[in-house]
């Protein structure tokens, strides 16, 4: 299992990392205790990625999702430097369904990487997703809520004011 080089809290910038130069290579995390309340209207789903290369020659990658079994992919990310940087893609809407995420479509969302082209090695030292909604109206205006990823043990938290809600997972 390799989340634990991918589950910082604070990105370690290469003390711990998952990697590859294989073009086609796929690495999926499972993503637990999903705390968004029912009822509440998720507005996006982003998927935070911070990754280098090993070297300054160019080469891509892809965030994603995996609903059900299959794979929804961002656009490509063109990575050409030995520098950490920060990618981001939000999915404003459930990829399987192509309607308004669902609270219950977070329950078995899994998070991932796709390197698109080969023969260049990708470091990804974090990668995780945040996950913006609005609560119902019968629930408190903010809460906290500790979440993981499977199974490491860093929390993340839920922050917010009035009925606007992020859900770091």
């Not at 294989?22 to 509440?40: C, E, K, R």
């Not at 609270?103 to 991932?112: A, N, T």
């Not at 470091?123 to 499977?150: F, G, H, M, R, S």
Request: aromatic share 14%; proline share 4%.
């Amino acid at each position: 299992q390799n989340w634990d080089a991918v589950d910082d809290v604070t990105p370690d910038d290469g003390s711990s990392y998952v990697y590859t130069a294989t073009a086609g290579y796929v690495d999926f995390y499972n993503l637990l205790d999903n705390q968004v309340p029912l009822g509440s209207s998720i507005q996006r789903v982003t998927i935070f990625v911070r990754a280098a290369g090993s070297g300054a020659t160019a080469r891509s990658f892809r965030v994603g999702v995996r609903i059900g079994g299959q794979n929804y992919w961002s656009t490509d990310f063109t990575l050409n430097t030995t520098a950490y940087t920060n990618f981001s893609y939000t999915f404003t809407q459930n990829p399987a369904t192509n309607q308004q995420w669902k609270p219950e479509d977070i329950d078995q969302l899994q998070i991932g990487l796709y390197q698109v082209t080969g023969g260049r090695q990708i470091n990804v030292t974090q990668i995780y997703a945040q996950i913006e909604y609005i609560l119902p109206v019968y629930v408190a205006a903010t809460q906290y809520y500790n979440l993981k990823l499977e199974p490491p043990q860093n929390v993340y938290y839920v922050l917010g004011t009035n009925n606007n809600q992020t859900l770091i997972v």
